[in-house]
Nanobody, 126 residues
């Protein structure tokens, strides 16, 4: 399985921006579809964004559409989550996830992913 490590979290004021990075190692990054999930205190882990192995297909949960952008850089084996216009309700631990795949497409169900990072805290103050 691929190993994942997130970075880039922190504390930001409402309306600000952060970029999360997820570096992958151990397997061929290009054969993995990637996703970002988040978990707030007392809540279940929820889908945020996902991207296909090629980067051609992306998907977002409704609450982040128009504010977050997922992308990937094959040369750096890294997937990114650019988060703009942040809101206090975006506060959570953010996790990246990987799923080996042979086809185009992205995945929104956390049970579709076999590899997870350790998480990165994002706190948005009002």
């Amino acid at each position: 399985q691929v190993q994942l490590a997130e970075s880039g979290g922190g504390l930001v004021q409402a309306g600000g921006s952060l970029r999360l990075s997820c570096a992958a190692s151990g397997r061929t990054f290009s054969s993995y579809a990637m996703g970002w999930f988040r978990q707030a205190p007392g809540k279940e882990r929820e889908f945020v964004a996902a991207i296909s192995w090629s980067g051609a297909s992306t998907g977002y949960t409704d609450s982040v559409k128009g504010r977050f952008i997922i992308s990937r850089d094959g040369a750096k084996n890294t997937v990114y989550l650019q988060m703009n216009s942040l809101k206090p309700e975006d506060t959570a631990v953010y996790y990246c996830a990987a799923r080996a795949t042979a086809g185009e497409g992205y995945y929104q169900n956390r049970n579709d992913y076999a590899s997870w990072g350790q998480g990165s805290q994002v706190t948005v103050s009002s």
